[in-house]
């Protein structure tokens, strides 16, 4: 029997404010899965860096308390407890949901900005786009713009916009790994 007083209780303060974590959706777990499966692979043996997922608090050094969907932290000594890092993710993924997508598309954003997040990507499981962003001297810049794009949707558009799709991403914090939107959009449900 599920009791609603037993919920795990998911926030993140915000520039001050709390603000509630609603369940996600299953094409947002889907996606995380794909990723996990994707940078555990990837990280797996290697002492390059640890990949976390939502269920950790990352406490920035400006104060804000953030759980992304999906982090990966090279720098262990941030690293200081089972439940918390203290300091700024290497990477880090934010999956949009309705409820929270002006967060992650703004306010976290900037906020990943000044504190120093290596390379974010918004991931929009709505339109299945990824947009990524790598910090150039203390400014976020849009590195790329890739679409999913079925084989039907694909053989439709003419050779200029086919030579324009972005579909496989490389990684900048990692100079051997390279994600394809094929495997982040992978099985999901309508």
Same mark, same amino acid.
């Given at each position: 029997?599920?009791?609603?007083?037993?919920?795990?209780?998911?926030?993140?303060?915000?520039?001050?404010?709390?603000?509630?974590?609603?369940? #996600?959706?299953?094409?947002?777990?889907?996606?995380?899965?794909?990723?996990?499966?994707?940078?555990?692979?990837?990280?797996?043996?290697?002492?390059? &860096?640890?990949?976390?997922?939502?269920?950790?608090?990352?406490?920035?050094?400006?104060?804000?308390?953030?759980? #992304?969907?999906?982090?990966?932290?090279?720098?262990? !000594?941030?690293?200081?407890?089972?439940?918390?890092?203290? &300091?700024?993710?290497?990477?880090?993924?934010?999956?949009?949901? !309705?409820?929270?997508?002006?967060?992650?598309?703004?306010?976290?954003?900037?906020?990943?900005?000044?504190?120093?997040?290596?390379?974010?990507?918004?991931?929009? #499981?709505?339109?299945?786009?990824?947009?990524?962003?790598?910090?150039?001297?203390?400014?976020?810049?849009?590195?790329?713009?890739?679409?999913?794009?079925?084989?039907?949707?694909?053989?439709?558009?003419?050779?200029?916009?086919?030579?324009?799709?972005?579909?496989?991403?490389?990684?900048?914090?990692?100079?051997?790994?390279?994600?394809?939107?094929?495997?982040?959009?992978?099985?999901?449900?309508?």
């Amino acid at each position: 029997m599920y009791d609603d007083n037993l919920a795990y209780d998911s926030y993140e303060i915000i520039e001050g404010e709390k603000i509630m974590s609603p369940s #996600p959706f299953k094409s947002h777990m889907y996606i995380m899965i794909n990723l996990c499966i994707k940078f555990g692979s990837y990280l797996r043996g290697k002492k390059i &860096g640890r990949l976390f997922t939502d269920n950790m608090d990352v406490h920035l050094p400006d104060g804000n308390l953030v759980k #992304p969907d999906l982090f990966i932290v090279c720098d262990r !000594r941030i690293l200081k407890d089972k439940t918390t890092v203290y &300091g700024v993710p290497d990477f880090v993924v934010e999956i949009l949901s !309705r409820s929270t997508m002006y967060y992650d598309r703004n306010k976290k954003k900037r906020i990943y900005e000044s504190n120093g997040v290596k390379e974010y990507w918004i991931v929009n #499981p709505f339109d299945e786009t990824v947009s990524v962003y790598i910090l150039r001297e203390g400014k976020f810049e849009l590195d790329g713009f890739y679409s999913f794009l079925t084989e039907d949707e694909f053989n439709d558009l003419d050779d200029e916009d086919k030579a324009a799709i972005k579909t496989d991403i490389k990684l900048s914090i990692f100079d051997d790994l390279t994600v394809s939107v094929d495997d982040i959009f992978y099985d999901l449900e309508d």
